[in-house]
């Protein structure tokens, strides 16, 4: 991919990466996704050591998007809605740190759409925002067998509905 300089990253934890890659890959405008463990404690964590030695990272989704094609407010109203944003540290059935649901900047000057963007949602629950908003610490690829896991595996478990892929390929600015 040779025009990564003219795309724009975010990183977005919603739950269990498979769903939330597919999910988010599905979306006019986004270029690329890979899935990985962000903003923890340990260097190049294994799957494993993610789900059980407590390292601090959570499931992530890279999300490269060209700026011309899509906004970041438009993919993070798309993300809200296949997350449970008042939910910490759990997204469907999946529990624990790992799951948790955040949102990771790269560019400081997205900070204030990110912040815009919770206040909006804030809106709609009585229950608190419970998305963590953070500076990309940190990020390591997931090993390859998560890498496009429900291309790979189209009967793979997901806590997204397919409806909500359907309605992804579909979504418009």
């Known amino acids: 991919m040779s025009q990564t300089n003219n795309l724009k990253e975010i990183y977005l934890a919603g739950g269990c990466f498979w769903g939330t890659e597919k999910y988010l890959s599905e979306i006019h405008g986004i270029v690329k996704t890979d899935?990985?463990?962000?903003?923890?404690?340990?260097?190049?964590?294994?799957?494993?050591?993610?789900?059980h030695n407590n390292t601090g990272h959570a499931e992530t989704v890279r999300v490269f998007y060209d700026p011309t094609q899509i906004r970041l407010e438009f993919i993070l109203t798309l993300y809200y809605d296949v997350i449970d944003p008042t939910s910490l540290n759990r997204q469907g059935g999946d529990t624990g740190t790992q799951y948790r649901t955040g949102i990771y900047y790269v560019d400081t000057k997205d900070l204030d759409v990110i912040r815009n963007s919770i206040s909006e949602l804030q809106k709609k629950y009585e229950k608190p925002i419970a998305i963590e908003v953070l500076p990309l610490k940190n990020y390591y690829l997931a090993e390859e067998y998560h890498q496009k896991y429900l291309d790979k595996n189209p009967n793979g478990y997901c806590h997204i509905g397919k409806e909500k892929f359907e309605q992804a390929k579909l979504a418009k600015e």
Not at 35 to 51: F, K, L, S, W
């Open 35 to 51: 899935v990985g463990y962000a903003n923890g404690n340990t260097e190049n964590p294994t799957y494993q050591e993610v789900c």
